[in-house]
């Protein structure tokens, strides 16, 4: 069962979410979490309500992202305390120049670095199986 009385968290919507937000697609997921992974049983795992620990904790060192990320955010509430919070434009008239933290920024620059590196990794990759193929079939002509 869920550890919050009201509404559970679904953590599988989650991980989609996070992926989507950094860009990442089922299979390039699918790729780091290993061979037994493929782009259907992320679907499927998406879909799941909670996943096990162990599994989130992978999910998490792929994605770059705290395991909690996963585990306790709730869109509905987020939406929630933003609706009431900016109602209005009210920070606007509140008198106070709003001051936001550069570290998300940071953060976002860093994910899309090492998304990049990647896709380059898995470019190499694909680039050396062609060459082994490539000898396999020079070979056996």
């Not at 559970?8 to 089922?26: A, D, P, T, Y």
């Not at 799941?48 to 705290?66: H, R, T």
């Not at 009210?90 to 990049?116: A, C, R």
């Amino acid at each position: 069962m869920s550890e919050s009385p009201s509404k559970s968290i679904h953590q599988g919507r989650n991980v989609k979410r996070f992926r989507e937000m950094l860009g990442i697609k089922q299979d390039a997921l699918a790729y780091e979490l290993g061979e037994d992974w493929n782009q259907k049983k992320i679907s499927l795992l998406e879909q799941k309500e909670e996943i096990e620990n162990s599994l989130l904790a992978q999910i998490a060192e792929v994605l770059k992202l705290p395991v909690e990320a996963f585990q306790n955010f709730d869109e509905e509430q987020a939406v929630n305390i933003i609706a009431n919070t900016f109602t209005q434009g009210s920070f606007l008239n509140t008198g106070h120049t709003p001051t936001f933290n550069v570290n998300p920024i940071d953060k976002l620059i860093q994910l899309h670095e090492e998304k990049i590196a990647l896709y380059e990794r898995m470019l190499k990759e694909k680039d050396e199986i062609m060459e082994r193929l490539e000898r396999l079939l020079k070979g056996s002509q």
